[in-house]
């Protein structure tokens, strides 16, 4: 019996149509059952299917367009476009399995599934999914380790090219001591990044930056995460994230002393807003600013815990959010931002001592992984920031929550970009263990079981990547209005990076709990990436939920 041919582009289309039919169902169920939007927190879970539902739509619109691109331009082959129907297949398949858990609390039944999935078409969603297909794209990784190489145009192929260098290089030789040694980031890492121009690539060139748009700056956190998240992925977030408020909400003589030595690598930066008893509930910040003179010099001391504050120790600035206004009914309308000097440190603890009494002192939190960077408990205590340092000036005097979001929305999107370089990383070491160990007379990349593994890992990696790269893009165009896509990617692809990095542990068997392999490191550091710059469920119901049930 003859095997039918592997789905193709045109059949990738016709089963997003019938999941864009089911999902328009759920949306509009969604809207009647929350009050667009005003009951969500009474309907959590039929809300989570939605907004994780809406986002597999996205990529799967993503990855088509993306691959439309290519073949227009002549540069995509049959195995990129096999991994784009696998990769819609696998993106429908979660989204329908996901409607059809809620249609009942939705009120849209199994009607609504059926007519969206009547035979023909889930007939067809199977042989998108088929043992094939993934097989097929899965020999493809055997044979080439791996390798990304998604086409892209010839400057973006250079930054890849040139940053992917420099990471294997510099980085990569680096990488498990530092891991295991609980190392600082060396600061020949922060001289040669700055030198090549990584600090910039989102700084305006009249502020010292390059200025080569959000792709990328994605491609370069993608290739420095492949080779470590915590000692080189993660270095360029920071900066960014406080660059963004600077160019949303600071002065002008804030943007002109500041933004250049964020681009040079001059200062490193710390974020400053989650504490102890506050997580994700940002407008919940107790740390106070209140305004004082101190020898002379207008300004605010700043009193109370933070938590959570990545590269506080090594630092010169902390971008830290807090509530200027002393009445908490206020809520987010009462904080305000501000970039706060300190010296910097190398060690797990610190203290920083002014002269007029102000103290902040540092304890680094011990974590599995993300190591490198060090992420710190602060207390403040009388600590004074000059009133020029208050982002945005008086005029901005609570208005640090607006600031800080559009910062997080930047850093949602560097997220995205860090959880498909690890992925990526986990894949070629997966593809090259698999080649070279032997079980039972011959190599596992035989085994037709991890064929169809490496094939699913590519799949899942295919679609976070088209739906990251479609949110930089967007964020050049309108940084404001892409908000809520560069969410979908850091959702999407935080859980790509975890599903992937464990699925390349259990192939290296016993030897992927062991130190000695890069995949221990690489699956302990994405089990991180779901939680910070807004942990999951909080995006999937207060950022992607809402704002797809209240449009």
């Known amino acids: 019996m003859k095997t039918p041919s592997h789905p193709t582009l045109e059949d990738a289309r016709i089963l997003l149509e019938a999941a864009t039919s089911l999902l328009e169902r759920a949306i509009a169920a969604g809207k009647t059952l ?59 398949a979660g989204l329908r399995g996901r409607l ?72 990569l030789p680096h990488a498990e001591h530092i ?50 998240l915590a000692a ?36 490193m930066v710390g974020i400053s807003v989650t504490e102890p008893d506050i997580g994700s509930n940002v407008a919940g910040v107790k740390c106070r600013a209140d305004r004082k003179a101190v020898d002379g010099v207008d300004g605010w001391v700043i009193n109370g815990p933070k938590a959570w504050c990545t590269f506080a120790g090594r630092a010169n600035v902390l971008a830290l959010l807090a509530r200027t206004d002393p009445d908490p009914s206020k809520g987010a309308k009462g904080l305000s931002l501000f970039i706060v000097p300190k010296d910097s440190f190398t060690g797990h603890d610190f203290e920083c001592l002014q002269p007029g009494g102000g103290k902040m002192s540092g304890k680094a939190d011990a974590t599995p992984g993300y190591r490198g960077m060090h992420s710190f408990t602060l207390q403040f205590e009388d600590y004074f920031v000059a009133a020029e340092n208050l982002v945005g000036g008086d005029a901005a005097e609570g208005k640090g929550f607006r600031l800080q979001m559009a910062g997080f929305a930047a850093g949602r999107l560097q997220t995205g970009g860090r959880a498909c370089g690890l992925a990526q990383g986990a894949l070629e070491e997966t593809a090259k263990y698999v080649v070279g160990r032997d079980q039972f007379g011959q190599a596992i990349s035989e085994f037709q079981l991890t064929q169809y593994t490496l094939g699913r890992m590519q799949i899942k990696l295919a679609g976070a990547r088209a739906i990251t790269y479609a949110a930089a893009r967007a ?24 599903e992937v990095t464990q699925q390349g542990q259990l192939m290296h068997g016993g030897w992927g709990y062991a130190e000695e392999y890069p995949i221990s490191r690489y699956v302990v550091d994405a089990a991180v990436l779901p939680i910070f710059e807004g942990v999951k469920p909080i995006l999937e119901l207060k950022v992607i939920g809402r704002a797809v049930l209240s449009g």
């Open 34 to 92: 929350t009050e667009a939007g005003k009951l969500i927190d009474d309907h959590q879970v039929a809300t989570e299917r939605i907004a994780y539902a809406t986002t597999e739509a996205v990529a799967a619109h993503e990855i088509i367009i993306a691959t439309e691109g290519t073949q227009s331009e002549g540069r995509s082959n049959p195995i990129l476009e096999l991994t784009a129907v696998g990769a819609v297949g696998n993106l429908v």
């Open 179 to 228: 891991h295991r040694a609980d190392a600082l980031v060396p600061e020949e890492f922060i001289r040669n990044m700055a030198e090549l121009g990584f600090f910039g690539l989102s700084v305006p060139e009249e502020y010292g930056g390059v200025e080569m748009g959000n792709l990328a700056m994605i491609l370069t956190t993608e290739e420095l995460s492949r080779a470590s």
């Open 475 to 498: 964020f050049d165009e309108d940084e404001r209005a892409a908000a809520p896509l560069a969410a979908q990617a850091k959702l999407l692809a935080c859980d790509v990076a975890v």
């Open 100 to 171: 059809s858990d809620s249609a009942d609390e939705l009120g849209i039944g199994d009607d609504a599934v059926e007519a969206a999935f009547p035979g023909e078409i889930r007939t067809l969603l199977r042989r998108a999914n088929s043992e094939a297909l993934a097989r097929e794209i899965g020999e493809h990784i055997v044979s080439t380790r791996g390798a990304n190489d998604y086409p892209l145009d010839e400057m973006h192929e250079q930054v890849r090219e040139q940053v992917r260098e420099f990471a294997a290089n510099e980085i």
């Open 232 to 267: 080189a992925g993660s270095l360029i977030t920071r900066p960014e994230i406080l660059a963004k408020a600077l160019l949303g909400g600071g002065t002008s003589e804030q943007k002109s002393h500041w933004l250049p030595k964020l681009a040079s690598g001059e200062i």
